[in-house]
């Protein structure tokens, strides 16, 4: 396969932007597979190992509409697309000896403004010129020099474009091989192609300009020393360049989803069991391949990203904004779990949840008749204060109210009536919501959940992580607390934010399902700060979508439990879930922070990961399964980062306050209630004795005897 590492990229950038000018236009032109081109040019080329052609193009309608059916969709920067064009899935390469079997793809250019001549007599200079002679469509060619074992398969590549007509802009070529000596090489054949050769010599990182009329290559610029601002680098261009050694490796597994990573990166052994680790960063998303010829930089699997990491095997340390925040696994390749306590805003139903339905309906009636009599009590001057004070004082006393003046009447009056049906009515809700609402309002002050990452980190939110993993058959393990330490070097705010995220920290050791276990039997899991037990509430991402998938996911390992209340009436019974908050405000926080500290080209490529694969199966079976019985099972909140679920679905923007109320709250809540009905009743009151005292002023005419 064709490799392009990110110097050469800059390379290409550099000649485009700077040097050449190379326009773009447009409305240019795609590439398509010749059929007839690739029957007769691989007869004629011989069998040779593949290379595959980068082009650079216009983002055109026409080509979009067909982008959705490629394979792989290619990257847009600036109107114009980074294409790979090559499919690994059609088995370009001969898997019994792909070494030495080249089997060389030619892309014809449809519509190409300028045809060359196969003609001999084409003067030696116009063969390779510096400045190329055509500016549209804009094509550069590729050519790796691991690939191509010997010298003369470099005479079978440029031939091939000349017979193909195939005239790209520029060519490229990286070779170990010294320049002189390449030179030498080079000028053994004539190729009729227009490009601008250039030469990429590995490991110096120089590049030269082949002339065959010039005595020496022509040393160009040495990209070791580049300066950004001259190169004038678009930043999104640094995240879209991935680059793979695809040389050998295991047969793709039978089905898709035995891959954690891509089908396209087969060769790099992306059995769940072996993923290859990824440096998880802003700017390089690359395999960390453990040959001796690595890109960009010779990073070792399970290497600490600190200072000496970024200062001395990349270029600038400031191009790195997210840092490498977790090591290459086996099993979770990057697993975060979220614990919070009970927040959100209040569920008012849950108010409903002690009293039946028709006790509900007999509370509401017993309202209503309430509302009437003391609607017939305005004629009596102060009987609705002295029938408030008299309900507070039966409530306080906790007796029933029995005027004694009036005790011997068949017909209890009004006030007594009002007193007796307010006094059941407390009593009720009383009885009710006895060991329910009130310790609903008064557990102990919930802390202050926040909306920002900043906040998260000053908080006492738990936040755990596993750092268990292992790499190129070598387990590997870190202490959260050494791993941070290196993650918070430096004066950025990403380096204070894991200064402070650090102190926040716990680490639960174990598998995720004896973990998840422990937790749903509400019992102590192993940590770095010893045994402990973990909030009974917390968080998910997405309580309709993400809940459905976690629940019942280690069915066979968990053993769950419902807590019962006793029948009140004909009360049902009441299930809990026991750690489970329906919190979307703050989930989309977490996942607001989750989409600033991972960008989406990380997970691109990456499935799920071993044990989300086992836990999905046992989902589709307890899906099968639920449908039997009545679904009384709990959720856990075990948060699996696998890329584009948690960036591309990041649509919560809002801000979360907690709802946080204690006793004195209440009764405070229950006082100021009481005295603005007193005070309305009161006013009420006043209004119906000035009406009195105005009718009893009124003269009256008598006759005199």
Same mark, same amino acid.
């Given at each position: 396969?064709?490799?392009?590492?990110?110097?050469?990229?800059?390379?290409?950038?550099?000649?485009?932007?700077?040097?050449?000018?190379?326009?773009?236009?447009?409305?240019?032109?795609?590439?398509?597979?010749?059929?007839?081109?690739?029957?007769?040019?691989?007869?004629?080329?011989?069998?040779?190992?593949?290379?595959?052609?980068?082009?650079?193009?216009?983002?055109?309608?026409?080509?979009?509409?067909?982008?959705?059916?490629?394979?792989?969709?290619?990257?847009?920067?600036?109107?114009?697309?980074?294409?790979?064009?090559?499919?690994?899935?059609?088995?370009?390469?001969?898997?019994?000896?792909?070494?030495?079997?080249?089997?060389?793809?030619?892309?014809?250019?449809?519509?190409?403004?300028?045809?060359?001549?196969?003609?001999?007599?084409?003067?030696?200079?116009?063969?390779?010129?510096?400045?190329?002679?055509?500016?549209?469509?804009?094509?550069?060619?590729?050519?790796?020099?691991?690939?191509?074992?010997?010298?003369?398969?470099?005479?079978?590549?440029?031939?091939?474009?000349?017979?193909?007509?195939?005239?790209?802009?520029?060519?490229?070529?990286?070779?170990?091989?010294?320049?002189?000596?390449?030179?030498?090489?080079?000028?053994?054949?004539?190729?009729?192609?227009?490009?601008?050769?250039?030469?990429?010599? =590995?490991?110096?990182?120089?590049? *030269?300009?082949?002339?065959?009329?010039? !005595?020496? @290559?022509?040393?160009? %610029?040495? $990209? /070791?020393?580049?300066?950004?601002?001259?190169?004038?680098?678009?930043?999104?261009? =640094?995240?879209?360049?991935?680059? *793979?050694?695809?040389?050998?490796?295991? !047969?793709? @597994?039978?089905?898709? %989803?035995? $891959? /954690?990573?891509?089908?396209?990166?087969?060769?790099?052994?992306?059995?769940?069991?072996?993923?290859?680790?990824?440096?998880?960063?802003?700017?390089?998303?690359?395999?960390?391949?453990?040959?001796?010829?690595?890109?960009?930089?010779?990073?070792?699997?399970?290497?600490?990203?600190?200072?000496?990491?970024?200062?001395?095997?990349?270029?600038?340390?400031?191009?790195?904004?997210?840092?490498?925040?977790?090591?290459?696994?086996?099993?979770?390749?990057?697993?975060?779990?979220?614990?919070?306590?009970?927040?959100?805003?209040?569920?008012?139903?849950?108010?409903?949840?002690?009293?039946?339905?028709?006790?509900?309906?007999?509370?509401?009636?017993?309202?209503?008749?309430?509302?009437?009599?003391?609607?017939?009590?305005?004629?009596?001057?102060?009987?609705?204060?002295?029938?408030?004070?008299?309900?507070?004082?039966?409530?306080?006393?906790?007796?029933?109210?029995?005027?004694?003046?009036?005790?011997?009447?068949?017909?209890?009056?009004?006030?007594?009536?009002?007193?007796?049906?307010?006094?059941?009515?407390?009593?009720?809700?009383?009885?009710?919501?006895?060991?329910?609402?009130?310790?609903?309002?008064?557990?102990?002050?919930?802390?202050?959940?926040?909306?920002?990452?900043?906040?998260?980190?000053?908080?006492?939110?738990?936040?755990?992580?596993?750092?268990?993993?292992?790499?190129?058959?070598?387990?590997?393990?870190?202490?959260?607390?050494?791993?941070?330490?290196?993650?918070?070097?430096?004066?950025?705010?990403?380096?204070?934010?894991?200064?402070?995220?650090?102190?926040?920290?716990?680490?639960?050791?174990?598998?995720?399902?004896?973990?998840?276990?422990?937790?749903?039997?509400?019992?102590?899991?192993?940590?770095?700060?010893?045994?402990?037990?973990?909030?009974?509430?917390?968080?998910?991402?997405?309580?309709?979508?993400?809940?459905?998938?976690?629940?019942?996911?280690?069915?066979?390992?968990?053993?769950?439990?419902?807590?019962?209340?006793?029948?009140?009436?004909?009360?049902?019974?009441?299930?809990?879930?026991?750690?489970?908050?329906?919190?979307?405000?703050?989930?989309?926080?977490?996942?607001?922070?989750?989409?600033?500290?991972?960008?989406?080209?990380?997970?691109?490529?990456?499935?799920?990961?071993?044990?989300?694969?086992?836990?999905?199966?046992?989902?589709?079976?307890?899906?099968?399964?639920?449908?039997?019985?009545?679904?009384?099972?709990?959720?856990?909140?075990?948060?699996?980062?696998?890329?584009?679920?948690?960036?591309?679905?990041?649509?919560?923007?809002?801000?979360?306050?907690?709802?946080?109320?204690?006793?004195?709250?209440?009764?405070?809540?229950?006082?100021?209630?009481?005295?603005?009905?007193?005070?309305?009743?009161?006013?009420?009151?006043?209004?119906?004795?000035?009406?009195?005292?105005?009718?009893?002023?009124?003269?009256?005419?008598?006759?005199?005897?």
């Amino acid at each position: 396969m064709v490799q392009i590492d990110f110097p050469t990229f800059l390379l290409l950038r550099l000649i485009i932007s700077e040097k050449f000018h190379c326009n773009i236009v447009e409305q240019s032109t795609h590439l398509q597979i010749s059929k007839r081109n690739l029957k007769k040019h691989s007869k004629r080329i011989g069998n040779h190992e593949k290379f595959t052609l980068f082009h650079i193009l216009s983002n055109t309608p026409s080509y979009q509409s067909r982008k959705s059916r490629r394979h792989h969709a290619p990257q847009n920067f600036n109107g114009c697309i980074f294409d790979i064009s090559s499919n690994f899935e059609k088995n370009y390469f001969n898997a019994q000896n792909s070494k030495s079997i080249i089997t060389f793809v030619l892309y014809n250019i449809v519509e190409t403004r300028t045809r060359f001549h196969r003609s001999q007599e084409t003067p030696e200079i116009n063969l390779v010129a510096f400045s190329p002679k055509h500016k549209k469509p804009c094509l550069i060619f590729i050519v790796d020099g691991d690939a191509a074992r010997f010298k003369l398969l470099w005479h079978f590549v440029l031939q091939g474009l000349s017979y193909a007509n195939l005239d790209p802009q520029f060519i490229i070529i990286q070779t170990r091989l010294p320049a002189s000596e390449f030179l030498a090489s080079f000028r053994q054949r004539q190729f009729w192609v227009s490009s601008a050769i250039l030469l990429w010599q =590995e490991p110096t990182r120089k590049l *030269f300009r082949l002339c065959v009329s010039c !005595r020496d @290559p022509i040393p160009q %610029e040495d $990209l /070791s020393k580049f300066s950004r601002r001259s190169l004038k680098i678009v930043p999104k261009i =640094e995240k879209y360049l991935s680059w *793979f050694f695809h040389l050998y490796g295991p !047969r793709p @597994p039978p089905r898709a %989803e035995m $891959l /954690s990573c891509s089908a396209r990166y087969w060769q790099l052994n992306t059995h769940f069991h072996t993923c290859v680790p990824y440096v998880l960063s802003s700017h390089f998303n690359y395999s960390l391949d453990p040959r001796t010829y690595i890109p960009l930089g010779r990073v070792n699997p399970g290497e600490l990203a600190g200072r000496d990491l970024y200062e001395a095997k990349f270029f600038k340390r400031r191009l790195v904004r997210t840092r490498l925040f977790n090591y290459a696994t086996e099993y979770s390749e990057y697993v975060l779990v979220f614990y919070t306590g009970r927040g959100g805003s209040l569920n008012f139903m849950k108010l409903f949840e002690p009293l039946d339905t028709w006790i509900w309906t007999g509370l509401v009636l017993t309202f209503l008749v309430t509302l009437v009599f003391v609607y017939g009590l305005t004629t009596t001057r102060g009987s609705i204060g002295d029938a408030l004070f008299t309900v507070f004082s039966v409530v306080l006393d906790q007796s029933q109210h029995d005027p004694g003046t009036e005790a011997g009447k068949l017909i209890p009056n009004m006030v007594t009536i009002m007193i007796t049906s307010w006094t059941l009515t407390l009593s009720i809700i009383s009885c009710c919501y006895k060991g329910d609402l009130l310790s609903y309002f008064v557990l102990e002050t919930l802390p202050s959940v926040p909306d920002t990452i900043v906040d998260l980190v000053k908080s006492d939110i738990l936040i755990t992580t596993n750092i268990q993993y292992r790499g190129y058959d070598t387990k590997f393990r870190s202490s959260l607390k050494l791993m941070l330490s290196h993650l918070s070097q430096g004066d950025d705010s990403h380096a204070k934010f894991y200064a402070r995220f650090s102190q926040k920290t716990t680490l639960i050791t174990g598998k995720p399902e004896l973990v998840v276990m422990n937790i749903s039997q509400n019992k102590a899991v192993a940590t770095d700060r010893g045994m402990i037990k973990l909030p009974q509430t917390f968080a998910t991402v997405n309580p309709k979508v993400d809940s459905d998938k976690m629940k019942v996911l280690v069915a066979q390992q968990t053993k769950y439990f419902i807590q019962e209340k006793k029948r009140v009436g004909e009360n049902p019974l009441v299930t809990r879930s026991v750690w489970f908050v329906d919190n979307n405000e703050y989930a989309g926080m977490i996942k607001i922070g989750v989409a600033r500290l991972c960008e989406s080209g990380i997970y691109a490529h990456w499935m799920r990961n071993y044990h989300m694969h086992h836990t999905l199966m046992l989902l589709r079976w307890g899906d099968t399964e639920i449908k039997k019985r009545r679904p009384t099972l709990n959720y856990y909140g075990i948060l699996v980062m696998t890329g584009a679920d948690m960036i591309n679905n990041n649509l919560f923007d809002s801000a979360f306050e907690p709802v946080a109320l204690d006793n004195l709250k209440l009764c405070f809540i229950l006082y100021f209630a009481g005295f603005l009905i007193g005070l309305v009743c009161w006013v009420n009151e006043f209004k119906e004795i000035l009406v009195r005292r105005r009718r009893n002023a009124v003269f009256e005419f008598k006759n005199l005897p």
